[in-house]
């Protein structure tokens, strides 16, 4: 009995001390540099024992990290050792805020309110490189933003087969709540040379890695009740702008000062301003061939609008989200924008935002504003309610001219994170418009390791206009009587994948035996419009290379008519069936040449399509990254016509050093007519404060120059 009483206690307390995590507090400085001199590095515990999880998920790892952690009360110290099982390391950038997936790295995710919602993303490659960002919920899963930037120390060092990292991350920098103590951290190693993912807290491939329900809980100690050194952040910057006009012969000179602050009203809760923003340094976008009826929608990539994010960006669902804040801005500069945003209570999020545009020319100055909260009920539901603000202003005064969306959200997550639910409900009200403007959905996914499958539903009223949102399908252009119709519309959605893993294989990583997806849309009389068919198989190889098939097959009832091929011959209205087969393959990520090749064929409509697509990208490690990408469209319809589409994207990279990097863009797009050169040289003299040099060079598909320009701008980062 005494035997069976004992092993009872030593599993309990086992239990109690497997599932304790800390991070101690130690009133000590060191110095970041890679070496783990300081007498604290022993005296710490390790995090140990890390898991794989890609290309395969099945046990401990073979090569093994030792993680070890404190605080200050100013900075969270972080050191990690990795043991490789070789002196060479490869690494694909120099280049700040790019992804780590093709270089060998440390990573971090910090859940400072330890509420699964969004959480902080730190990387260090093993060349010293630093990428930060922010991970956010979104309705199925959790996606991942580079954009989100802060400031922070960190250094790698080669040490034989070791490669180790030490950081030091400001605290000043995070969202936390001296209330809430307890951090959610998970932490990865990429060693691309093998091609592995490892973890410290054990996560299925069948899910995200950065998927913030599987990260371990640390205690923190001491947690300060406010930053002890800087809560207030000002970045001045001045862009200089010149602008050819060769149809016009015109030309254009601004000078434009910026401001931007960012104040911690309490370490969980920030307040953000901007002043004239300038937004030319930022990335373009990668153009597309779109050979849909419909908008596509492209990333936010503006620093304001990133923090947070998670908040204002998973109001509705895919093609239905009323704040898409691209909008804000696109007709004309902003003349100021406010948000304040984080937690006002340890399961309390809001978000407040408002933005001022200008008035030019024909174009009437906007107010914008949002306001979103967002409460977890408890360990398995969330909700967020929500009110979307668009109003034409005339100087200081409102005038009647507005839009404004309001809704609720619930989000549902399973204990055994296999379930996720969610249901939204929303109203739009606009100046002169009423009747038929709600919007509801709901979704259910089911996830577990080799079967996924999901279905859902969703209305959209003809009258739920999102001023400020994204709802592509609402809007029906007729090319054959140049009009837009608005029509609201009913879509259910249904799929299912079966995957299964080889561990014991020599050749074969995995196969996807089925990737079955249908969308079916019905309109307002219950009649189907459209139903699409998606259909996909795939075999993973042991390095991760993949070949593949998918087939798509539509049916349209077409209501209006559609200009496809940009002629002026619209297919007329009727019911259309057509499909087309795609057979693709990739190769291993971890080559100094990767490439991916697809040929497509099929029917199109009334006519006929053919298709192929090349990406091929060649790294000269570590110093420079070359990509190109074509795409060609051959579209045949008949008596309508024929034409074919060219896509084609150049993107390089030079990095001289870790902060001096220079990258041009060139894109060709002949549905677009343009052909478009960007080149931008990027200097972060010290941390966050940046100089930019950029060229741009528009022309027509036929390679007559539209417009060129030369922009300067120059910031600088302060800390009070």
Do not use: C
């Amino acid at each position: 009995m005494k035997n069976i009483l004992g092993l009872l206690l030593l599993f309990y307390y086992s239990g109690i001390f497997a599932q304790t995590s800390a991070i101690k507090y130690i009133d000590t400085n060191i110095s970041i540099d890679g070496r783990f001199d300081e007498p604290i590095w022993k005296e710490l515990p390790e995090h140990t024992n890390f898991y794989n999880y890609l290309p395969t998920d099945d046990g401990i790892a073979k090569n093994q990290t030792s993680v070890k952690l404190f605080h200050n009360g100013e900075y969270l110290f972080i050191s990690a050792i990795y043991n490789d099982t070789t002196p060479k390391t490869q690494v694909s950038t120099l280049k700040r805020d790019v992804s780590i997936a093709f270089s060998d790295a440390f990573i971090m995710i910090l859940d400072t309110q330890n509420q699964k919602q969004n959480a902080y993303f730190f990387a260090v490659n093993s060349l010293g490189n630093q990428t930060d960002g922010l991970v956010g919920k979104s309705n199925d899963g959790y996606q991942l933003s580079f954009s989100w930037n802060t400031v922070w120390q960190s250094k790698a060092l080669l040490n034989g087969n070791k490669k180790q990292y030490e950081i030091a991350i400001p605290l000043k920098s995070l969202n936390f709540n001296k209330e809430n103590n307890t951090f959610g951290i998970q932490f990865y190693v990429r060693d691309i040379k093998n091609n592995s993912w490892t973890i410290l807290k054990n996560v299925k491939r069948n899910y995200a890695n950065l998927d913030l329900r599987f990260t371990e809980k640390f205690l923190v100690e001491n947690l300060p009740e406010k930053s002890t050194t800087s809560r207030f952040t000002v970045t001045p910057s001045i862009t200089a702008n010149y602008q050819k006009d060769i149809a016009t012969n015109t030309d254009n000179t601004t000078f434009k000062p910026s401001l931007d602050a960012q104040y911690n009203v309490t370490s969980s809760l920030r307040l953000d301003a901007t002043i004239n923003p300038d937004f030319s340094q930022i990335d373009v976008d990668q153009q597309v061939t779109n050979l849909t009826r419909f908008a596509v929608n492209f990333p936010e990539q503006r620093n304001f609008f990133l923090e947070n994010s998670d908040l204002f960006s998973n109001l509705g669902v895919a093609s239905v989200n009323p704040f898409y804040p691209r909008r804000i801005g696109a007709n004309s500069d902003i003349q100021f924008g406010l948000k304040l945003s984080g937690n006002i209570a340890p399961k309390t999020r809001i978000g407040v935002l408002d933005v001022q545009t200008e008035e030019e020319n024909a174009v009437t100055s906007q107010n914008f504003g949002a306001l979103v909260a967002e409460q977890q009920l408890s360990k398995n539901f969330t909700t967020t309610a929500f009110l979307i603000n668009r109003q034409q202003t005339n100087n200081f005064d409102f005038a009647n001219d507005y839009n404004r969306v309001t809704g609720i959200n619930l989000n549902y997550k399973s204990n055994n994170n296999r379930w996720i639910g969610l249901a939204n409900f929303g109203k739009s009200y606009s100046d002169g418009i009423s009747g038929d403007n709600g919007f509801y959905n709901a979704g259910i996914w089911f996830n577990k390791r080799g079967l996924k499958w999901n279905v859902g539903i969703k209305n959209v009223g003809k009258n739920y206009i999102t001023d400020v949102g994204f709802t592509p399908r609402l809007y029906n252009y007729d090319a054959i009587n140049d009009v837009v119709v608005r029509e609201g519309y009913t879509q259910t959605t249904a799929r299912i994948e079966y995957k299964k893993f080889y561990s014991q294989s020599k050749s074969i990583n995995s196969v996807r035996y089925l990737n079955y997806r249908n969308n079916t849309y019905l309109n307002d009389s219950g009649e189907v419009s459209q139903s699409s068919h998606f259909l996909n198989s795939a075999v993973f190889f042991k390095d991760l290379s993949l070949i593949y098939y998918v087939y798509i097959y539509d049916i349209v009832d077409l209501k209006y008519g559609f200009d496809p091929l940009g002629s002026g011959n619209a297919l007329t209205p009727n019911e259309y069936r057509f499909g087309i087969l795609k057979i693709g393959y990739n190769s291993a990520n971890n080559q100094k040449l990767r490439y991916r090749l697809n040929v497509q064929k099929g029917t199109y409509y009334n006519g006929k399509r053919t298709t192929a697509g090349a990406d091929l990208n060649y790294q000269l490690l570590p110093f420079a990254s070359f990509e190109v990408a074509y795409d060609i469209n051959a579209i045949d319809l008949n008596e309508l016509g024929k034409e074919t589409f060219h896509l084609a994207r150049f993107t390089g990279e030079v990095f001289f050093n870790n902060r001096l990097n220079w990258t041009t863009y060139v894109q060709y797009n002949t549905q677009r007519n343009n052909f478009n050169i960007n080149s931008r040289l990027q200097w972060e003299y010290k941390p966050l404060s940046y100089v930019y040099f950029v060229v741009t060079d528009d022309f027509n598909k036929d390679i007559h120059r539209k417009d060129w320009g030369i922009a300067f701008k120059m910031n600088y980062r302060l800390d009070f």
